[in-house]
């Protein structure tokens, strides 16, 4: 059982920036694609961004050019820099690991990390 344990939110104006960070432990040889998905109050949970093994990147349109997803594959941590960031971006940001490109459905699951952005 992979377990995912996210970092990094928290209360940022418009405009400003942050970074996520996600560890796995445990089975990590099931965490092969990372990722990022969020859910803001009264909405469906959205794909943010996904990084696989060998470096291959997804965004959600809304996020492209304004968010960077990498992984440090060494020490099984994985972040997200958000930059930009408006509103809009205003979720509770989950960590997602599974063991295929390109994770529809993740196998496993952070607690999730409140951003929060003030206008």
């Known amino acids: 059982q992979v377990q995912l344990v996210e970092s990094g939110g928290g209360l940022v104006q418009t405009g400003g920036s942050l970074r996520l960070s996600c560890v796995a432990s445990?089975?990590?040889?099931?965490?092969?694609?990372m990722g990022w998905y969020r859910q803001a109050p009264g909405k469906q949970r959205e794909l943010v961004a996904i990084?696989?093994?060998?470096?291959?990147?997804n965004y959600a349109d809304s996020v492209k050019g304004r968010f960077t997803i990498s992984r440090e594959n060494n020490k099984n941590i994985h972040y997200l820099q958000l930059n930009n960031l408006n509103p809009n971006d205003s979720a509770v940001y989950y960590c997602?690991?599974?063991?295929?490109?390109?994770?529809?459905?993740?196998?496993?699951w952070g607690q999730g990390t409140q951003v929060t952005v003030s206008s």
């Open positions: 997602a690991a599974d063991p295929t490109y390109p994770m529809s459905t993740p196998s496993y």
């Open positions: 445990n089975n990590i040889i099931s965490a092969n694609v």
């Open positions: 990084i696989g093994g060998g470096g291959r990147t």
